[in-house]
């Protein structure tokens, strides 16, 4: 859901983006979400297996294969059909070699030539910002994991305690709007992920408190308040994540698609506007998604889920 928040926002900026750019609340509410849960994960991993190889292996495994794909392909494939250069100065262009530094979570939006003319110009890949972070919030784990301070949980609630002064004063009358969705953000839902981790067996699960939730987050954006956005969203993700009244869990036997369709959307909804710019929105999200969705089906079946079970045998060699 977090994924398809993304995608149907980026689609609808990347379609109509000089209307659209209150759009980017909902992206940057796709990648909070995505924060969230990666705080409870990673804590998770770091706790489950203390060893600082063994951790960098597997976030590794988890980011990198995929990756590949969608970045070589935009550079190498895409980008020679679609650029307004000629293709010999289209591979001659430094530009396009250094995009391969998205490899290296150098972000690099643009290459030679591409997508110039669309409505949101020459960004390839919009959702690729966030990778960096994600893998700041990786180290940052296994740095407290080290020192001790990851089992230290008073040290933890001091933290985001801290964090939560700082947005408390930095946005106590900032609207959600595109500046209030960045790297801070990101950041402050991702240690708030690592505390729920840490305290989920103590906090009462209950659906009036999800539907308050719900009612706050509502009201959070009416009244353009990120404060009870940040109190009422984590609590309202993880009761929809782990409630049994709720399908959700039942998704995953499927493939988990989530990545994909993240690392994927951008580049497919910027060639969609390329080659359809009329195309009515009542169209162009749902191509949007189900080209995505073919692109995420075979990232997870070819690439990603043989990737992650190299994190088995790894482990299994080092036991």
């Known amino acids: 859901m977090a994924a398809l ?88 262009s430094a530009g396009t070699h250094i995009y391969l530094f998205n490899l290296l979570l150098i972000t690099i939006p643009f290459l030679p030539g591409v997508f110039t003319t669309n409505p949101y110009p020459m960004v390839v890949n919009g959702a690729l910002w966030t990778l960096p972070i994600e893998f700041l919030m990786y180290v940052m784990v ?51 992920g690592t505390a729920f981790y840490f305290f989920f067996p103590i906090i009462p699960w209950r659906l009036p408190i999800s539907l308050l939730c719900l009612i706050l987050m509502i009201t959070a954006f009416y009244l353009h308040s990120f404060i009870l956005y940040m109190v009422a969203l984590p609590y309202l993700v993880f009761f929809c994540v782990f409630s049994k009244r709720l399908p959700f869990q039942r998704w995953s036997k499927y493939g988990d698609f989530s990545y994909g369709l993240y690392i994927y959307s951008t580049p ?33 079946h070819l690439v990603e889920k043989h990737a992650l079970k190299l994190k088995k045998t790894v482990l299994h060699r080092t036991a």
């Open 5 to 92: 928040l993304v995608l149907v926002s980026h689609s609808v900026i990347c379609h109509s983006a000089p209307e659209a750019p209150h759009l980017f609340t909902g992206a940057g509410l796709g990648a909070n979400i995505f924060f969230l849960i990666s705080g409870f994960l990673i804590t998770a991993s770091w706790v489950h297996h203390p060893d600082a190889g063994h951790y960098f292996r597997n976030r590794a495994l988890r980011i990198f294969p995929a990756l590949v794909v969608p970045v070589v392909g935009c550079a190498y494939l895409l980008g020679p059909i679609v650029t307004t250069l000629p293709v010999a100065d289209y591979f001659s």
């Open 142 to 192: 296994a740095a407290l994991g080290v020192v001790g301070l990851l089992r230290r949980e008073i040290a933890l609630i001091i933290l985001i305690a801290a964090t939560y002064g700082l947005f408390a004063n930095y946005y106590s009358s900032a609207h959600l709007d595109i500046s209030t969705f960045g790297t801070n953000s990101c950041i402050v839902f991702f240690l708030i």
């Open 268 to 300: 497919v909804t910027q060639t969609l506007v390329h080659y359809f710019p009329g195309l009515s929105l009542v169209w162009f999200i749902p191509c949007v998604f189900l080209i995505t969705l073919l692109f995420a089906f075979a990232s997870w």
